[in-house]
């Protein structure tokens, strides 16, 4: 049952802050948020380090729907990152959004209930139902509180999302009915469909239904194209959820459903999948650089550093997947810190032009060492958590495709030149602005030095992550190579 | 003692730590004392374990001291430990006792700079990440402190960082020693796959027990290591980064971009020797490498005009040195070197920097001159450096050391090697004597201020002391790194002292007659644009790489995007036309349309129905 | 009684359709347009009759009969829908009343997308 309350908790935090004003929406989605973040850690140390917690409900019985939710160590690391995220995002937002603050929380907390139960949910049709749950508030946090072309932004990535949730329908259906003919029963739970028998064919084409909506998400190249504007043009709190979280749900579908669901299928197509991962690390990057806007060069970076994590996933040995969750943690952190940094500095610039920013050095000094930080960070800096994620991909990439790993470790020099890129065009340079504003005051020193905290942490001793997650992992494997004897 | 190890890195890590959250509200004098303390009690620490290893060494040569297991993933598991052997502690020796003397020197280099505190903190992480690099007992761990200093080495060079050209130098820095990191790393995948760790020692026990001499997986590793060591290094054809990394301030060019973090890749190769040893295709590539550069760099310093970067091209070209004794397996040569060089090029920078003091940054050579009674202590200590650097037998350091592997290069390497490195050393004295005399002989042609406090002379003094004095060491040096000494054949110090003293007559005597004032000529252009690497590099990758980004900065695969969108804007369109509002267009759609259907009808009715209809029309 | 052959009839009909579609397709006069329709309606019917005779059964007539009492209530609608065109437009002219055209009411909307969209 506390796995229900996981996800109601952020649902009723946000009908409770929809009628409030400004402070007491705040509050309430803090306290709700915080209150989750205990529930779910509660939950967790309660267990063995496996499944710690699985809730499974009649929902529709008629057609073999469940509430099935259950807690394991990827789903509990990539919780307590949601909601971690999630308190930063009401913190950044804390004096950006200033219209409508109840609906804000209501939006965000809705959200972030969607995204909890995609990390929860092991009933496909379940799983389906928090994967658009999340959508349509996030669509509301860009257009209402986004910036100049935030229609058009937000119009793309609800196009964009939707028809690769699309795919994932028809998949899931497809799925469940091959399943139902196979052997009779009609359900859509996840442990179930398993090991499915069906033809080779069969299980191409509906894996890659799964892959498609779960590549937009990541995004992967070439289908990345909706994530640049979305990022530009949503509220600084928005971009969060969206670096740090959202494009997360599409990694954890691949690692909990695309791969373990049809793993011949996906042995087949890793080459491909792991092709495109790498085309995403060099072209995200080449393109960060070419950026004047500074949010959307960050959101082209997010396209490199999640080349990462789809060449991690197809490589499906240990080393890479352990990387790969690291390297959605650290890259939550890094990137999501950076938008909110960059909200500050707009906050106060009121631009975001490469072209008009520079010598912020000289006004705001613990400005320009947190974003140095975080930029090097970025860039996989050893000492930082990005580093350890990144090799470890590359450590496990290089035991099935040495020639791509070769290709994708290029990828650490473009993200060298669009890392000082951003450096030199925002804090080096003379102050051809003539800015002058306060530095960061102690709410936002507060949150940066979080994230800052939070990635030196990972980068010298990330053990308890993989710890937490190695048994759910393991299990993981398991199912694959279990389906492939 | 030993176990005292994990100050050494911890020191000036917490000065940069303190530096970097409280500097600006620090009184300067505080600064000072966490900056330079910091250093100075590494520097302590690393006498003390030193005393204490000569005193007593320890059983296997070596010292591990764990501090903590990084991650443990997949039976793969580096740990952040510390290995203490002699390579390492004259690593350390050399890092913390220059880095001291730098860092006393700088206090009065950057009094007046507004940015005092930020210099310091860089400073300090930068002998944190120098230390983790020499101390590393994993390559993980290594890799860490081999990035860290190139952090570093940007944040310094990039210090001044208002004026861009100092931040474009600063990323070119960053991102060529990226390009060598990158090979780096891909032998770090290899030797896991293969090897299963990164325990430095651990790694060449089991390359050695597995690998083949000469196969292709010890070449593979061997040659992607180079590749890294030749990028940090500043090695042929990763070079280019260094002359322009002279943008920095002073004592960062004398303490990073030449005693120190340059020199890592010869260390690398040093601690891997064992590695290298199995892959003598590469170590012949290591020669080579360092006989081109060598040559390169010291044809290029003849040829520039600024100070600095006359000591830088000096340093490139010093360091080929060093690969040339590391490729014909001399490796405690090579290390020697190191230390030599370290002594004396940081005692150079530091005169330049003195002389640039004086004359208000006033680098070039030609416009100078006649310092020498201005700035005595200078120039004294400036001729000191130079003699080590040129290699004046009998009273420098430099002299014995560059010896040693000529003697190396001859014996192991044959007579190729030895006459590039003769040739390398006749270059050396003549630039070098040709920098002193146009700076610091003949008339006086700049306004200079008189020589600034101790804490400029100081440093500069215990240098010229090591400088002279740091050869001496030579066999209870090679004694204590690899346990055995080999001297020189003394035929071979007769013909490399006579090669260098004939490179300051011959210096002196261009001087005498004014040919280094002549105007330039086509060869001099070229070496002074260091041989045109640049204008190729820009060419083959810096220019397509911006014009492609630029180019491409609104993301072709975003108008496949567009253009489903611009589908359906147009679909629109086609449709909101035929909604003109008047009726009669509508009726005549409403017309066609039956008429089309109709057609649709006639034409594609079935045959037999329209057979059994004439069959009911002809029965009445 | 020399009877005149069905598809004569027919032919009368159809050509009596024709320039009643002809006439409503041209004219801008509505009630010219109105007259139109009702040429087209007689023409259906005429081809109803036409079809009875031929059939020998009732079934034309009646539908005949059907199409002249909606045809009368179509023409009530339709004269008083062209007064009260001449009340707002002061004219009978169809063609002044284009307020259905796609231009007026929902391009605002469309537009700002199209901005958004163009200087993508």
């Not at chain 1, 959101?299 to 352990?322: C, D, I, K, P, R």
Request: include cysteine; glycine fraction near 12%.
């Amino acid at each position: 049952m506390s796995l229900l309350w996981l996800v109601l908790l952020p649902v009723v935090g946000g009908l409770l802050a929809l009628p409030l004003r400004d402070r007491g929406a705040r509050w309430v989605a803090l306290g709700a948020l915080a209150a989750a973040l205990a529930l779910v850690c509660a939950v967790w140390s309660a267990g063995d380090g496996g499944r710690v917690a699985d809730l499974s409900l009649a929902w529709l019985p008629q057609m073999g729907i469940r509430l099935h939710l259950a807690l394991d160590g990827i789903s509990f690391v990539l919780i307590v990152l949601t909601l971690v995220l999630g308190l930063l995002a009401v913190l950044a937002s804390w004096t950006e959004i200033r219209e409508r603050v109840g609906f804000f929380h209501f939006n965000l907390l809705w959200t972030l209930a969607g995204i909890v139960g995609v990390f929860l949910a092991l009933d496909l049709f379940l799983f389906f139902f928090f994967w658009e749950l999340m959508i349509v508030p996030m669509y509301l946090l860009i257009a209402i509180w986004g910036h100049e072309n935030r229609t058009h932004a937000s119009f793309k990535f609800f196009l964009f999302t939707q028809a690769g949730g699309l795919f994932l329908f028809v998949a899931i259906l497809g799925l469940v009915f091959v399943h139902q003919q196979a052997t009779g029963e009609l359900t859509f739970d996840h442990d179930r469909l398993l090991d499915t028998p069906m033809s080779e064919g069969v299980a191409f084409w509906l894996m890659l239904g799964f892959f498609v909506a779960f590549a937009v998400k990541l995004p992967a190249f070439p289908l990345h194209t909706w994530l640049p504007d979305a990022h530009t043009e949503a509220p600084t709190a928005g971009s969060l959820v969206l670096a740090g979280l959202l494009l997360k749900t599409g990694a954890y579908g691949l690692l909990r459903f695309a791969i373990p669901l049809f793993p011949q299928a996906s042995a087949t197509f890793a080459p491909y999948a792991m092709a495109l991962g790498v085309a995403g690390i060099l072209y995200g990057a080449v393109l960060a650089f070419g950026q004047r806007d500074l949010k959307r060069l960050i959101a082209y970076t997010s396209v490199s550093h999640l080349g990462f994590v789809l060449l991690g996933l197809y490589a499906w040995n240990e080393m890479a997947l352990q990387g790969v969750v690291l390297q959605m943690v650290a890259h939550g952190l890094a990137t999501g810190g950076l938008f909110v940094l960059v909200g500050m500095l707009s906050e106060r610039t009121h631009t975001r032009d490469l072209e008009k920013l520079g010598g912020i050095w000289d006004v705001a000094p613990r400005l320009g060492g947190a974003g140095m930080v975080l930029v090097m960070a970025a860039l996989g800096l050893p000492g930082l958590g990005s580093f350890v994620a990144e090799m470890l991909i590359l450590f496990g990439t290089f035991r099935v495709a040495p020639v791509m790993t070769a290709l994708a470790t290029l990828g650490l020099v473009c993200a060298t030149i669009y890392a000082l890129w951003i450096v030199q065009r925002t804090f080096h340079g003379e102050n051809r602005g003539g800015w002058s504003f306060a530095d960061l005051r102690a709410r936002e020193a507060g949150v940066l030095a979080a994230l800052i905290g939070a990635l030196l942490w990972l980068g010298l001793y990330p053990q308890p992550v993989f710890d937490v997650a190695r048994a759910a992992l393991a299990s993981l494997q398991g199912v694959v190579s279990g389906g492939h004897s | 003692m030993l176990r005292l190890a994990w100050l050494l890195p911890a020191l000036p890590f917490a000065g940069f730590v303190a530096l970097a959250l409280l500097g600006r509200r620090l009184p300067r004098a505080t600064a000072t004392a966490v900056g330079v303390g910091s250093v100075g009690l590494a520097f302590a620490v690393a006498v003390a374990i030193g005393a204490a290893w000569l005193a007593a060494p320890p059983a296997g040569g070596a010292y591990v001291q764990h501090l903590w297991r990084w991650f443990d993933v997949a039976g793969f598991a580096p740990d952040v430990a510390l290995f203490v052997d002699p390579l390492a502690l004259v690593m350390c020796g050399v890092v913390t006792g220059v880095g001291f003397l730098i860092h006393v020197y700088a206090t009065e280099y950057m009094r007046d700079e507004p940015g005092y505190a930020r210099f310091f903190a860089s400073m300090n992480l930068f002998v944190g990440s120098m230390l983790t690099l020499v101390l590393a007992d994993d390559l993980l761990l290594l890799y860490l402190g081999w990035e860290g200093v190139g952090l570093c080495s940007y944040l310094l060079i990039g210090f001044w960082y208002r004026d861009a050209a100092n931040g474009r130098a600063a990323r070119k820095a960053f991102v060529v020693t990226r390009v060598g990191d990158t090979a780096f790393a891909i032998a770090l995948f290899l030797i896991v796959r293969e090897l299963g760790t990164l325990e430095i020692d651990e790694v060449l026990v089991r390359a050695a027990a597995q690998w083949p001499a000469g196969g292709t997986l010890a070449i593979l590793v061997a040659a992607l290591l180079l590749a890294g060591a030749a990028g940090k290094s500043a090695q042929a054809p990763l070079q280019v980064w260094l002359p322009d990394a002279m943008a920095g301030p002073t004592p960062v060019s004398a303490l990073i971009h030449a005693a120190t973090m340059v020199t890592a890749g010869v260390y690398l190769i040093a601690r891997m020797n064992v590695l290298f040893a199995l892959a003598p295709p590469v170590m012949t590539a290591v020669m080579i490498v360092g006989a081109a550069t060598l040559l390169l760099g010291a044809f290029s310093a003849l040829a520039q005009r600024d100070l600095k970067r006359v000591l830088a091209y000096s340093t490139i070209s010093q360091i080929g040195y060093m690969f040339l004794a590391l490729g014909v397996g001399a490796w405690s040569a090579a290390v020697f070197h190191l230390m030599t060089h370290a002594f004396f090029k940081a005692l150079l920078f530091l005169g330049a920097g003195a002389v640039l003091l004086a004359t208000h940054h006033e680098g070039d050579v030609l416009k100078l001159g006649g310092l020498r009674r201005r700035l005595p202590v200078t120039f004294w200590t400036f001729v000191i450096g130079g003699a080590a650097l040129a290699g004046v037998p009998l009273v420098t350091a430099g002299f014995f050391s560059k010896d040693a592997i000529l003697w190396e290069a001859w014996s192991r390497g044959g007579p190729v090697p030895w006459a590039v490195g003769l040739l390398g050393a006749f270059l050396t004295a003549l630039y070098v004597s040709r920098v002193i005399l146009l700076t610091f002989f003949g008339e006086q042609k700049h306004a200079a201020e008189p020589e600034r406090g101790l804490r400029i002379q100081l440093p500069l003094v215990a240098l010229a002391a090591l400088s002279i004095g740091g050869g001496w060491v030579h066999g209870g040096f090679d004694r204590f790194l690899a346990g055995d000494a080999h001297g020189g054949e003394a035929l071979f110090e007769v013909v490399a002292a006579v090669i260098s003293l004939a490179g300051v007559g011959v210096a002196w005597l261009a001087w005498r007659r004014g040919l280094w004032a002549r105007p330039d000529g086509a060869l001099q252009r070229f070496w002074r644009s260091g041989w045109g690497f640049d204008a190729v590099y820009h060419t083959l990758f810096v220019r397509p790489y911006v014009w492609f980004a630029r180019a491409n900065a609104r993301d072709v695969f975003d108008r496949g995007a567009d253009a489903i969108a611009g589908l359906a804007r147009g679909g629109n369109r086609l449709l909101v036309a035929s909604q003109d509002g008047r009726v009669r267009t509508y009726v005549a759609g409403l017309a066609l349309g039956a008429v089309v259907l109709l057609a649709i009808g006639v034409i594609f009715a079935r045959p037999e129905p329209a057979g059994a209809e004439t069959a009911t029309e002809v029965r009445p | 009684m020399t009877s005149v052959p069905t598809s004569h009839v027919l032919l009368l009909a159809g050509t009596l359709f024709a320039i009643g579609l002809v006439g409503l397709l041209v004219r801008r006069n509505v009630v010219f347009m109105l007259v139109s329709i009702e040429v087209m309606l007689n023409a259906a019917g005429l081809a109803f009759v036409a079809a009875g005779s031929h059939w020998g059964q009732a079934d034309g007539q009646v539908m005949f009969i059907f199409v002249l009492a909606m045809a009368a209530a179509e023409v009530s609608v339709g004269l008083a829908l062209v007064l009260r065109l001449h009340q707002r437009f002061r004219t009978v002219d169809a063609d002044a009343a284009r307020e259905l055209g796609g231009e007026g009411v929902a391009s605002p909307a469309y537009g700002a997308v199209a901005a958004d969209g163009g200087d993508e």
